[in-house]
């Protein structure tokens, strides 16, 4: 069984900085493609980033030039930074993981609330 957990949620200002993790346990063969969504209240979970194995990345509009997706397929683990960080932004981040076992699941973590605001 895959088990992801998510880190490094938490209150925020306007224009302030966090850093969210995301580490894989149990047992499997690989990693490959790996995204990071949110909800916001009362909104549909939305894409916001996604990575592949090889390292290409992909992002929202919203968040381009302000998030950077990054993983360590050493440690089974991805991160998204996030920079100049808005109202907007809040939400509970989930990440998403393309896992290969027998075949190839789709995994989720549990959520890291982010809250924006001054």
């Known amino acids: 069984q895959v088990q992801l957990v998510e880190s490094g949620g938490g209150l925020v200002q306007p224009g302030g900085s966090l850093r969210l993790s995301c580490a894989a346990s149990?047992?499997?063969?690989?990693?490959?493609?790996m995204y990071w969504y949110r909800q916001a209240p009362g909104k549909q979970r939305e894409l916001v980033a996604g990575?592949?194995?090889?390292?290409?990345?992909n992002y929202v509009d919203s968040v381009k030039g302000r998030f950077t997706i990054s993983r360590d397929n050493a440690k089974n683990t991805e991160y998204l930074q996030m920079n100049s960080l808005k109202s907007e932004d809040t939400g509970v981040y989930y990440c998403?993981?393309?896992?290969?076992?027998?075949?190839?699941?789709?995994?989720w973590g549990q959520g890291t609330q982010v809250t924006v605001s001054s």
């Open positions: 998403n993981a393309y896992v290969v076992t027998g075949g190839v699941e789709s995994d």
């Open positions: 149990g047992t499997f063969s690989r990693i490959d493609q």
């Open positions: 990575i592949t194995r090889g390292g290409s990345t």
